[in-house]
C-alpha cells in the first residue's frame, strides 16, 4: 500500500522560503509520478506541481511558476517542493500525491494517492 507523509510545513514571513518534504513507502516508485496539490480555507484543492520519477518532466501551476521548483530523491524515495517568495495567498494546507503512470498530469481525478497534508502559513 502506497504511504505518502509530508513534512516542512509552518509559518513564513511573505517573501520567505520553505521546503516541503514527502516520504513515499509501500511500493516500487520508479514508473510514478509525484505531486503537490494546496487547499486553502474555502477553495477547492488545486494543482501546484508534479514531477516524473525519472524527473524528466515537470509541471508547475502558473501561480507558482518561477518561485516553486519540485524535485525528487529516486533513492530516498522523497519528493521536494522547495517553495521561494511566499506570498499570504500560498497559505494552504499543501498535500502530497502519486500516480502509478510515467505522464505527469494536472487534475486532481488523476491521483489516487495522498498524504495527510501539512500547513502553510504565510504572514503579510
Known amino acids: 500500500q502506497v504511504q505518502l507523509v509530508e513534512s516542512g510545513g509552518g509559518l513564513v514571513q511573505a517573501g520567505g522560503s520553505l521546503r516541503l518534504s514527502c516520504a513515499a513507502s509501500g511500493h516500487t516508485f520508479s514508473s510514478y509520478v509525484m505531486g503537490w496539490f494546496r487547499q486553502a480555507p474555502g477553495k477547492e484543492r488545486e494543482f501546484v506541481a508534479a514531477?516524473?520519477?525519472?524527473?524528466?518532466?515537470?509541471s508547475y501551476a502558473d501561480s507558482v511558476k518561477g518561485r516553486f521548483i519540485i524535485s525528487r530523491d529516486t533513492a530516498k524515495n522523497m519528493v521536494y517542493l522547495q517553495m521561494n517568495s511566499l506570498k499570504p495567498e500560498d497559505t494552504a494546507v499543501y498535500y502530497c500525491t502519486a500516480r502509478n503512470s510515467r505522464v505527469v498530469t494536472t487534475q486532481r481525478r488523476d491521483y489516487p494517492y495522498w498524504g495527510q497534508g501539512t500547513q502553510v502559513t504565510v504572514s503579510s
Open positions: 514531477i516524473s520519477w525519472s524527473g524528466g518532466d515537470t
